[in-house]
């Protein structure tokens, strides 16, 4: 009857948070990764970490499966304490990683075999799982292919697949899109879609602000390794962006000038390469420089909490 | 309200048989995509160092200790067929696992310790070493050896002098920052051992200081071992040998353990 079980009525089988972090650091000799983050992930929500390369998704990732051990900080992922529990915590776990670890010289149908053992399906569950797994990832008639011989989408969908095959309660998906053609992408949010609509909860690092804003129900912005921003996303738009922007296209000199007129009428404006987004002109009739109109998006709400401009 | 009771164990155990099974199985499934390559080269290496060795030399050197040099060399050599398969996968297999393929990321988000990835690795190459490590026993027999019933615990000694030399593999590549590392521990480490195991050589026949630094030396007590095995067993001699290499496997084994874990585990 410990501590922590009084903390969490339920026992720790039914938290109500998939996911606890309280000011973990990670530092990796004078970089600091992670520096001092909290993160919620509420069970059957989706959670996007939403930041550049080097924000430190990668390895708030890696601390959630006890790859990387936190400097300071507490870490809780489905009622589990890491890192003496991650064992516990990584049985009911699938992981994506960002960089495709397939064993390439098996086919599909091996690569799941390997997984259903290592995540522990009995013998007679494994062939359902792998059937499942198969149809999920829409590989059911490439089951005998090696998987060098697979497009860079199948790889991805067997990839994600590989990490269901034990029906997880938790998925953390890492940058589960990167370097991948549009429809291809496209595809992939439809099968993290479905996953997330089954209620299985998700904690999904990316740097694209589309997939972002279309799968998460709450979005974390990092930068620095530090949460500047959370909240659903249409709700960090309007509370940091408002409903509209005004863009104005023009050389250099004019954009400055865009900018200190803008400052002075005490508007916030952004760089977007060519041009200059004036935020928050909603509410006025029209804002004090003519420009084109556009919905206020999560891009603006990224650059202007962090200064740091998205890939 | 009641408070419930905690379960049993909150903790997963160390070495649990399901994480060291998963292990294997993909190292077994795996096997089945590349073993011709990897038999080919634990058997054929070892067999041409019989053949260029027990019939080059022993032309030279006919007998020793009142043996034919090819039967010298036919036991001798099992304990390079354990080398060649077990060291040497083992250093390069490991590193291609965690730098380049990334494999041991994979394992490790499953609930899979680095101490269970490690000893199922050990294993696995082991078994294959007690396997492979037979060959040049059979090709010696096929040029006259005369087989014997002590030869049936030759696999296991293949298998206890594996597992220390995979684990000595993994734990190379666990400290080496690069591939160009193992040529340090390949030329100044694992050649030297290789050649005064008393492999091709009688041991006795060198200075006293090398004779006994021969006791350090696992491959050395391989090779003794197998040739008892075949010619017959020494008692409290051999049952040494093999406290010697339990002791190299575990401590090896444990070395490798924390090697690997500082390289995976930040």
Known sequence: MSNDRLNHPNGPTEPELAIRLRGAVKRYGTITAVDGLDLDVPVGTCVGLLGPNGAGKSTTMRLLTAQSIADEGEIEVLGFRLPEESKMARAQCGVTPQLDNLDTTLTVEQNLLVFAHLYRIGRGERREAIERALVMAKLVDRRDSRVDKLSGGMRRRLLIARALVHRPRLVLLDEPTVGLDPQVRQELWALIDALRSEGTTILMSTHYIEEAQRLADTVMIMSHGKAVAAGPPSALVIEHAGHEVVEVYGPPTRLAEVEAEAGAAGLRTRRTGTSVSILGVDGRNGSPIEGERRPANLEDVFVLLTGEEIA | ?266
């Open chain 2, 1 to 266: 309200m009641a408070v419930e009771v905690a379960p049993a164990t909150r903790r997963l155990g160390r070495l649990e048989r399901p994480a060291l099974t998963g292990v294997l199985v993909r190292e077994v499934v795996n096997f089945s995509s590349y073993w011709r390559s990897s038999t080919f080269s634990s058997t054929v290496e070892p067999t041409i160092y019989l053949l260029a060795f027990g019939f080059g030399f022993g032309s030279l050197v006919s007998r020793i200790g009142g043996r034919p040099y090819v039967e010298f060399v036919g036991t001798g050599t099992v304990a390079t067929a354990v080398l060649f398969s077990s060291a040497f996968p083992a250093m390069f297999g490991t590193f291609v696992k965690y730098q380049f393929q990334r494999t041991y990321d994979a394992i490790l988000a499953a609930p899979v310790d680095t101490e269970e990835l490690v000893t199922a690795e050990a294993l696995w190459i082991a078994t294959r070493a007690g396997v492979y490590g037979c060959v040049p026993m059979l090709v010696a027999i096929a040029f006259g050896l005369d087989p014997s019933w002590g030869m049936l615990v030759v696999p296991l000694i293949a298998w206890i002098s594996g597992f220390g030399w995979a684990c000595f593999g993994i734990m190379i590549a666990g400290f080496a920052k690069s591939f160009e590392n193992f040529n340090y521990v390949v030329s100044a480490v694992l050649t030297p051992l290789f050649l005064v195991a008393g492999t091709f050589f009688p041991i006795s026949n060198l200075p006293g200081w090398a004779q006994f630094l021969a006791n350090f030396n696992p491959l050395h007590h391989c090779v003794q071992l197998v040739r008892d095995a075949a010619f017959g067993f020494q008692g409290w001699e051999d049952l040494a040998r093999i406290g010697a290499l339990l002791l190299f496997g575990v401590i090896i084994w444990r070395i490798a353990i924390y090697a690997m874990t500082r390289k995976l585990i930040d």
